[in-house]
């Protein structure tokens, strides 16, 4: 892999953020909220991409003192989630072709798609702000006291909410 | 379903797409020094066009893209303008209607109360208005924007404040047509006030509804002189924009300049009222 430069880059206020790392640490979280939250391999790709690329262009007007950095990060994400679904109302996508990363089982890989296609159906039905709570919470893999910072809501609210859906949730999974 | 089945059901991100994008990541890092060439070219090239300018502002009085106390003003003859920036508009028809309160006069200091950070409100507002509204964008702690309004009794003024905090992934940037603002001070903090906006670009419902029912994705806004009054400024890390009549008249068929609004000298009033 090559290097960002020196692996640290300054932001607003001489402030130094390790690039590297963050990217290693982040990327995943990013893209697994996007997986949530569009519910297509190829389409959470392309949203990572383009909320790194703006994080990046945008360094400098991160201050640290306001948050930690994957709060602004994720900040952005949300932003680049919500154009996508006013740009999606305007033009069809294009049908989702199976994730079936190298080396993995084709038949396994298969029941995992069929049971992510499924919970993507449920998900549709459910509130933005919901849906960008569970994409939080299951797709980014964030505690409730990081998506309390990210989200602006109390640690124990954000605990309620995500109870409630996760609940109506498995109600609405059994019933398929 | 259980937490654990949430998050083994996530599908796996490929190895791949993570060392193409830091590749393009690394690729737009390294190109510094060859950004410092272009940086070099593209700064005699500015130096050339600000000389143009500054022969064209002698003659013709032009204006340029300008920056006071953080606010960029971005000058153009028309704007075009995406048609999603629209659909609140078509989800929620009674946004065509005229703007005016939908909830009871709220109390300063619970508003205050709810805000994720310090701002400055008013000290100071003209006879008869109230404080009415604070609707907020997202409760997300980096996203927060707010909008406040204060509408007048019957056929009054009315205004909105907008603030969010500087380094939150948000604009401050005015878009004016040459010749409509001017620089303005609050005290000791400067302001840009504009007289006028780009004039919402639809003139019925049925000219609105048949532009989207044709697939319509763009049409130019025209500027209109008498479209409302704003007011633009940072301080204390904090943007603001004060706007008359109440900022939802931008994308409302009843014309702004029918609306009545505060004085020139009123609004910056008000706004002085905000600086401690």
């Known amino acids: 892999m090559m290097e960002f430069v020196g692996k640290k880059a300054r932001v607003a206020d001489d402030q130094e953020v390790d690039w590297h790392g963050l990217y290693l640490d982040l990327l995943p979280k990013i893209f697994h909220y996007f997986a949530y939250r569009v519910g297509d391999v190829q389409i959470a790709e392309d949203l ?38 006013r740009k999606s109302k305007r033009e069809p996508q294009a049908h989702q072709v199976p994730n079936i990363p190298d080396g993995h089982d084709v038949g396994k890989a298969f029941d995992e798609q069929t049971d992510f296609d499924q919970l993507q159906k449920l998900l549709t039905d459910m509130d933005q702000k919901d849906r960008h709570l569970l994409s939080l919470k299951y797709g980014a893999g964030i505690t409730n006291r990081d998506i309390a910072q990210i989200t602006g809501l109390s640690e124990s609210n954000v605990g309620t909410k995500l109870h409630r859906l996760v609940t109506k949730l498995r109600s609405e999974w059994e019933k398929t | 379903m259980n937490d654990q089945f949430l998050y083994d ?27 410092k060439f272009a940086y070099v070219l593209l700064g005699t090239l500015a130096i050339l066009l600000v000389a143009a300018a500054a022969w064209q502002f002698m003659t013709t009085n032009a204006h340029f893209e300008t920056e006071i106390n953080g606010i960029t003003i971005n000058e153009m003859d028309y704007k075009i303008i995406d048609s999603h920036y629209y659909e609140p508009i078509k989800e929620n028809p009674d946004a065509l209607s005229r703007p005016g309160p939908t909830q009871e006069p709220r109390n300063v200091f619970d508003i205050m109360a709810e805000l994720p950070y310090r701002i400055s409100l008013p000290s100071w507002i003209p006879e008869g208005m109230e404080l009415y509204e604070l609707n907020q964008d997202d409760p997300g702690l980096w996203s927060a924007f707010f909008h406040l309004e204060w509408f007048s009794s019957e056929d009054g003024p009315s205004m909105s404040l907008m603030v969010h905090q500087i380094g939150a992934p948000m604009e401050e940037k005015v878009d004016a047509a040459p010749h409509t603002w001017k620089k303005v001070n609050l005290g000791e903090v400067e302001a840009v006030l504009v007289r006028g906006n780009f004039r919402f670009p639809f003139n019925s419902l049925e000219d609105y509804l048949q532009y989207f029912n044709n697939g319509g994705t763009w049409r130019p806004a025209f500027w209109d002189e008498n479209y409302g009054l704003r007011l633009f400024w940072t301080y204390q890390d904090v943007y603001y924009e004060l706007v008359t009549p109440s900022s939802g008249c931008a994308f409302a068929f009843v014309q702004c300049e029918r609306l009545p609004k505060l004085s020139e000298g009123d609004l910056i009033k008000v706004a002085e009222s905000m600086i401690k």
């Open chain 1, 48 to 85: 990572a991409g383009t909320a790194f690329e703006r994080a990046w262009r945008k360094r400098n007007r991160y201050r640290k003192d306001l948050g930690k950095f994957e709060s602004w990060v994720f900040g952005i994400a949300r932003k680049v989630a919500g154009e996508y679904f």
């Open chain 2, 9 to 35: 059901i996530r599908p796996e991100m490929r190895k791949a797409f993570a060392d193409e994008l830091y590749t393009r990541l690394s690729q737009s890092a390294k190109s510094t020094p060859r950004l």
